[in-house]
């Protein structure tokens, strides 16, 4: 069945362990329609009767990258993500890469897919996307503060946080944020209706490194909060210590951990 273009990017970017069955969901869709052609508006139907959090793909048989994004992009109210810009400038820079004609050269016999270089993006800390387990996985945070305004002591903050962050000192009204446990996904400063808490700053959290296979590992988070610029920044520096140090078409996950210290990557913990 046919798609159209904008159809088959938006099925590209969702994870690949659920692409085929989106792909028949979506057809069915369209066939249940009577149409022969797939839009997006079969993507979005078929996304309301269906999902209410996760996202689609294609079947090509071995890309040389992915770029990926959690179904938050459209709907989702969790979404810290306002422009999606970096999904296409990640996109152009892998292209730009060549990485088909690098992994020609390092991978004896045909590509499979566990060698290409996957970015997985999650509009928020929930992570349905699964960026822990790709070679860059890209978080959206908001990342929240105190203000001058005073507290009432509704409890809003405490209820709706998920990691149990927040403390209201012995008055009841003198908000603390501990971070660790708290994860930037924003809900407080969203709920708390003085403006005793504030957004400090929104961006991305990034975790390099992650992947599945025979030796599994979650990413390794970068120290700090990044703005779309600068992950661009990290991307192109993760896929030069990639294309540099890569022998065999190995995971970004395993170079990294065979150059240790030497990474220039600002990791929580080294690999
Ligand atoms: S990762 Fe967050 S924004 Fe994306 S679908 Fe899940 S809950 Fe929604
Ligand atoms: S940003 Fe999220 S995790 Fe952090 S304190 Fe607020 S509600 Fe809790
Ligand atoms: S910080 Fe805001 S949400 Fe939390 S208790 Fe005070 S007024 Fe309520």
Redesign the pocket.
Known sequence: MEWQSEAEKKLNRAPFFIRKKIRALVENEALRQGDSLVSLKHLQDCREKFFTGVQTGPTEPTPAYSVETCMGSDSCPNNLIKDYQLVEQLERMLAERNLAAFFRKKVKGPLKFHHRFSIVIAGCPNACSRPQIADLGIIGVSQPR?SEEP????????E?CPDQA?T?GED??T?EISTPPCLACGQ?SQ???????IERERGFRLLVGGKLGRHPQLGRELAGIYSATETLTVAGTCLDIFQQHNQHGERFGEVLHRLGPQSPLPMQEKF
């Open positions: 105190t507290c009432s002591g509704c409890g809003a903050c405490v709706n927040i209201l009841g009204r908000p407080c709920t708390c209706p003085t403006g005793t808490l």
